[in-house]
Nanobody, 124 residues
Framework: QLQLVESGGGVVQPGGSLRLSCAASGFTLEHYHIAWFRQAPGREREGIACSSYSTGSTFYPESVKGRFTLSRGDAKTTAYLQMDNLKPEDTGVYYC?????????????????WGQGTQVTVSS
């Protein structure tokens, strides 16, 4: 079974930090574009980070730029999302996703694999 599993979510106060992990089972991430998405109840899903394996570039929307950082683990089966200076509006379910085609992953939000999601709650 090929799977992506997220972990590291939880409850944090505004201004705090969390580090989310994405672990691949049954395959490696070396030749996959990697993205993180989030979704709050009643809101559209939002892409918050995407890393291109072919160019090495990473993209962030203005809502998280400067606060969130996507990275790849040395094991080539893991990816991370470091989230700093968290705000209440960052609350939502966070999903890891990977795909071979960048436009399909980041533009169309149609990855080859989705993770199951991990809850992040930012509240005082």
């Amino acid at each position: 079974q090929l799977q992506l599993v997220e972990s590291g979510g939880g409850v944090v106060q505004p201004g705090g930090s969390l580090r989310l992990s994405c672990a691949a089972s049954g395959f490696t991430l070396e030749h996959y574009h990697i993205a993180w998405f989030r979704q709050a109840p009643g809101r559209e899903r939002e892409g918050i980070a995407c890393s291109s394996y072919s160019t090495g570039s990473t993209f962030y929307p203005e809502s998280v730029k400067g606060r969130f950082t996507l990275s790849r683990g040395d094991a080539k089966t893991t990816a991370y999302l470091q989230m700093d200076n968290l705000k209440p509006e960052d609350t939502g379910v966070y999903y890891c996703a990977v795909g071979r085609n960048f436009e399909r992953l980041w533009g169309d939000e149609e990855p080859d694999y989705w993770g199951q999601g991990t809850q992040v709650t930012v509240s005082s």
